[in-house]
């Protein structure tokens, strides 16, 4: 369960706040009317164009993972969650147009050390091989994927100054206290310091990501067609 959770989060979704991006390949129709449908543009990107297939198979990987049935909200919920699906794919375009303009781009080598960490995290070839596909990937696709993924880390450590992002003790004590209150039998605080120091800096990374993709959209031509 594990190695596929791993698998799961490569090549499906990263979630970073209201900056959020999402990394996902799109499913096909079977209607040739819901194929021409699912082609029309929702939002144009500096003349980028997003297509509504993907709008949609974004917002059905978010009501998976958030059990949310689309079908049963109402007309002002329906709304909303279509516009946050929306503003993601806006931020996910951006950041990859900002990661092609920047020129940074994976190695091979890290790109290959990527997939071996990946493929070890199974017990062998064959039950990797069924996880891809499980996923609806090709071993390329997986590959061109993690290159993705990498150039966006490296943008994102070049131009967030994410080194520079510090927890103090403060902090920690601080949320630990939090959570004590609300929650019992919370074990000590030397048991989980470093959970808790992990999820203040990703909160960190999280907020410089946001402000980031802000700047990325006010600059950006966008064009919303729904």
């Not at 799961?8 to 970073?16: K, Q």
């Not at 959020?20 to 980028?48: I, K, M, R, Y």
């Not at 998976?64 to 709304?79: F, I, K, M, P, T």
């Not at 995290?121 to 990937?137: G, S, V, W, Y």
């Amino acid at each position: 369960m594990q190695q596929k959770i791993l698998l799961i989060a490569i090549v499906g979704f990263l979630v970073v706040a209201a900056g959020a991006w999402f990394l996902f390949s799109n499913g096909g129709t079977s209607s040739q009317n819901n194929t021409q449908e699912l082609s029309d543009t929702v939002v144009l990107v500096n003349d980028e164009e997003i297509a509504r297939a993907e709008l949609e198979n974004l917002e059905a990987q978010i009501a998976a993972q958030q059990g949310v049935d689309v079908a049963s909200l109402d007309a002002a919920n329906r709304e909303q969650f279509q516009a946050q699906a929306l503003d993601t794919l806006i931020a996910n375009a951006l950041i990859k147009q900002a990661v092609a303009n920047s020129g940074i781009t994976a190695t091979e080598a890290d790109i290959d050390a990527q997939i071996e960490t990946i493929k070890s995290q199974f017990p062998d070839n064959a039950q990797f091989q069924e996880a891809l596909l499980e996923q609806k990937i090709s071993e390329a696709d997986l590959r061109s994927q993690v290159a993705e993924e990498l150039a966006q880390q490296a943008y994102f450590e070049q131009t967030l100054d994410i080194a520079l992002i510090t927890v103090s003790d403060e902090e920690i004590n601080a949320l630990y206290e939090q959570e004590a209150a609300a929650t019992e039998d919370i074990p000590p605080l030397e048991d989980v310091r470093d959970q808790i120091e992990s999820f203040i800096f990703q909160q960190k990374q999280q907020e410089l990501l946001a402000a980031h993709v802000q700047e990325l959209r006010s600059a950006a031509d966008i064009e919303i067609l729904i």
